[in-house]
């Protein structure tokens, strides 16, 4: 279900926004919830990196909450200079299942 929103926003911005729109062939109500859907990706996206970052969530967790394979999850790590959280306890349990 949809539901309409309305803000104000400075006369060069929505002249951006339709330039923008013009470029892509599209309206300015199109490019705008295309633009929201971005900019909400994007801030999710760095709020469960900080999680990531701060140990609030784990790898798989993250993945999970984003939605990206493995593949994908090792690129954001490289872009956002994300190092593996592994202690050891992990280390101990990883060698253990190896030995059996």
Do not use: C
């Amino acid at each position: 279900m949809a539901t309409t929103v309305s803000t104000r926003i400075e006369f060069g911005i929505a002249r951006e926004i339709d330039k923008l729109s013009k470029e892509k062939h599209m309206d300015r109500a199109t490019m705008l919830r295309n633009l929201i859907v971005e900019g909400l990706k994007g801030e999710q996206q760095r709020r469960i990196v900080e999680l990531y970052r701060q140990d609030k969530v784990s790898a798989g967790k993250a993945r999970e909450m984003l939605s990206i394979d493995f593949d994908e999850w090792l690129t954001l790590m490289q872009r956002e200079q994300l190092h593996v959280h592994y202690d050891d306890e992990m280390l101990k349990s990883d060698l253990k299942g190896l030995s059996k």
